[in-house]
């Protein structure tokens, strides 16, 4: 009794100092606690006042309210379901073993006890206790859950009730036997297992798991815990063929349990099937669902543009492709990207407003299928989606919001399946973007033709490589002071079996967009690295320039490609410069800035190509390792007319570079008079038809001035 109240007293305790998330789990075991303490209370002063062993309808409905309180702690503790019917499915499976051992305690330990006794209802409640303990033990098995680490304090919950119901089997087959009395050793256990639940919460809280998501725990449970409540039944089928008796009547308890064991067995295979049926529209959603924005994925889609052109009537599909939305993710997080999509979804959801089934296809790719229920244009639906796409004011300041490109397709007898359709919709989005983006083009005959010509160009692509078909030309730069052209720029070319040759304008940006860059410029740095080594025999003093694209810059391998490439050619690394665009710079991460430090230790030259094109700052000069600004060309060509802003902007850009101790040269110098101009600002290099087109036999260690 003293044990118990102690124990009451710590679970309260426990109550108020635990997180929300248990207090009602330590209040019903604090009650549970109080229970057991009245009822030993009461039964021992009951004991004391008159019958040695009182089994009284009040020490009876006390016990019981506590084994109810318990049940109820066990069914709210942190691990047991979520849900109402995954708690009575839980308390199901107590109740069958509990019910399952009715039998085989008859057999056991009850065959030996009068029918007298068994007669007095509260009689025979007491001896079924050790059910109700076997009962909760199930529940705290069931709950505790296999795929998870257990917490301390429901370890010394189960061994508590493993110790009540080993007494409580101990008590009902001494006092079947007539030999229990007050005083036996027995009554140690009781005092010892309410001390197991005092100790239990000494433990704190466990730790907040970063996954609250029951789907986290994705193992299955082992196949002993989907049989425990079915296990005893096998056992209590051949109880009961034992407990007949001679007469050929089975006991009214047993028959009783085994009536009750059937009602609880049908009810808990009712809540299966009903959690089978909800488990598998819950599958259903997830295969269906984009799980991020709630809309359709591509699955769904699909699915229902079949059926759209299965009933013949007018079908279009938009495809929407995000403008940007790796720069966000990029530089912001895949969280802050999450985000933007998750709100951009329900802005283009509420844009379509019935009139369509917005989809999301997977990453920043959307599509819009209008079937003949829809009233509105495919034409106009697009307008509506790219005005529910302009960023507010806050959005615009951020600079956290992608524009979208739309391409329509609209179903007709040059399309045999979906894929011909969607297909046709990406045609029309990639022109969409080559149309300056934010925009939305429909393919036409001339469009989906161009597209079967750009896909031959990207294969022919992939062989050219490895067919010498690439072809490097050097374009000198010219020391403006002396005419000495000490370096030159390499530019591929590509000399096409079919198209002749090429310029890198024309296939680079397939290049890129078919993964092709990397290979071409490994090949590039290589052969210019090589060419240098050839000029430096004649002219000591030469350079090289080489383009990396935005995509290497990325590349973690960048550093061992271009020490590999010198090494190979004998080049020493001063002699090498790389150009890299200023978008590309000013987009670049942290490590991609370290890289490009790595490089300038090395001796590798790093230049601004386009410089002034971009979003010039003094405050990225200050962060990227240039040693050299390449004037864009746009400024050079109108020093021809007098425009004063230009030679202003180009005279600025040279005494800011020598600012900033950066060598110089002015782009695109085609005619003698805007030679004269940067010659006489002061700028000290310069490049351009003037002094010499790009050509295989490069004019390094020549004079062309």
Known sequence: MTVAGWAAVACASAARRQPASLRRFWSLLAATMALAAAGRLIWTVERLTGDDLPHTPLIGAVFTAGILTGTAALLCSLTAPRTAVGRARILLDGVIVALALVPIAWVVVFRNVADADLADPVRTLGLLYPMFDLMQLTILVAVAGPARPVWRPMSLIAGSLALRALSDTAYVALFARGDYAPGHPLDLCWPLSYL?????????????????????DAAPPPWWRVALPYLPVGGAIVAVMLARQPSGQTPHLVFGGILALLAALAVR????????????????????????TGLPNRLMFTRRLRRALRDDGRV?????????????????????????????????RAAVDGDGTIARLGGDEFAVLVDGDSSAAPERLAQRLLQALQPSDGEEDAGVHPSASIGIAEYGPQHASPTDLLRDADIAMYAAKAAGKSAYRICTPLLRESAVSRAELIADLRRAVDEGQLRLEFQPIVDLATGAVRSAEALVRWWHPRLGVLTPARFLPLAEEAGLILPIDRWVIHEACRAAATWRKRAPQATVAVNISAAHLRRPDLIATVTAATAAAGLAPRALTLELTESALIESSEAVLDRLGQLRELGIGIAIDDFGTGYSSLSYLHRIPATEL??????????DSDDDRAYATVEMVTRLAGAFDLAVVAEGVETERQHAAVAAIGCPQGQGYLYGRPDVAAAVGQNRV
């Open 196 to 216: 197991l639940i005092a100790a239990a919460t000494g433990y704190p809280p466990p730790p907040v798991r970063a996954d609250t998501d029951d789907t986290a």
């Open 269 to 292: 295979q009712g809540l299966a099937a009903y959690e089978n049926l909800w488990l598998v529209a819950q599958l259903r959603q997830l295969a269906y669902t984009d799980q991020l």
């Open 316 to 348: 279009a599909v938009l495809l929407l492709d995000l403008d940007g939305f790796k720069q966000v993710n990029d530089r912001f997080g895949h969280a802050t990207g999450d985000a933007l999509l998750s709100g951009l979804a329900a802005r283009m």
């Open 630 to 639: 390449k004037i864009d060309r746009s400024f050079v060509a109108r020093l």
